[in-house]
């Protein structure tokens, strides 16, 4: 198992362009989050899903767009990159199992937008 | 707001001694806690949790305390180990939704 995979490892943006951060798991997991990381600061949730075709808001959903047309995958888009946007991005899934709500994560993206 | 709380932003420990880090939370639905351990340049990894039933739990070296009237958990790290050494994140879900929030993290340094 490869567990959850994120690619690009790095990108560097221009403002204004757009890009998707792609998040794969193939761990059958029903749960997926998006987490961004600013420096010296925790994790904040931008989106989640409980399943395939189910997405809501975290803490920081502005400024970002997800879908979860399959188990699998839960791209990130963003539409309009601005500087305040320049973070490490993880994605993390669970199976969904009631009682077990420990995350895995992928290795991360670390995004410039300049 | 902040709804997850670790005020200490780094933590040095000596080596084979106990490292104790905190977590403050505000929120009363949460049901469910959790510790998350990172390293430079990759992802978190899960650790601990427990659940808001619970008062203690333990694996290992590791051990939560919750303390609910408080609104606090520790995390217990015994003896420390160089390895040790890394950020640790303390999470929190609600009863009501899926989210998992997460503190700004306490970085250990255990020192030879």
């Known amino acids: 198992n490869a567990g959850v995979t994120q690619t690009p490892k790095f990108r560097i943006l221009k403002i204004g362009q757009s890009m998707t951060l792609q998040c794969t798991q193939d761990?059958?997991?029903?749960?997926m989050y998006w987490y961004r990381q600013d420096p010296g600061m925790g994790l904040k949730l931008i989106y989640y899903s409980v399943g395939a075709g189910i997405t809501d808001k975290g803490e920081v959903p502005n400024g970002y767009n997800v879908s979860r047309s399959t188990t699998e995958d839960f791209p990130l888009r963003l539409e309009l990159a601005a500087p305040s946007q320049t973070s490490v991005y993880f994605c993390a899934s669970r199976p969904g199992l009631a009682g077990v709500y420990e995350q895995f994560f992928g290795p991360g993206t670390r995004l410039t937008v300049l | 707001d902040q709804q997850v709380k670790q005020n200490s932003p780094s933590l040095s420990v000596q080596e084979g001694r106990i490292s104790i880090l905190n977590c403050d939370y505000t929120?009363?639905?949460?049901?469910?806690f959790l510790w998350y351990k990172k390293y430079p340049a990759e992802g978190p990894t899960f650790l601990i949790s427990i659940s808001s039933i619970k008062d203690k739990n333990e694996d290992g070296r590791f051990t939560v305390f919750l303390n609910k009237s408080a609104k606090h958990l520790s995390l217990h790290i015994v003896p420390s180990q160089p390895g040790d050494s890394a950020v640790y994140f303390c999470?929190?879900?609600?009863?009501?939704?899926?989210?998992?929030?997460f503190g700004k993290g306490t970085r250990l340094h255990i020192l030879p």
């Open positions: 761990m059958n997991h029903n749960y």
């Open positions: 999470a929190a879900k609600g009863d009501r939704d899926d989210k998992i929030i």
């Open positions: 929120n009363s639905m949460f049901d469910y």
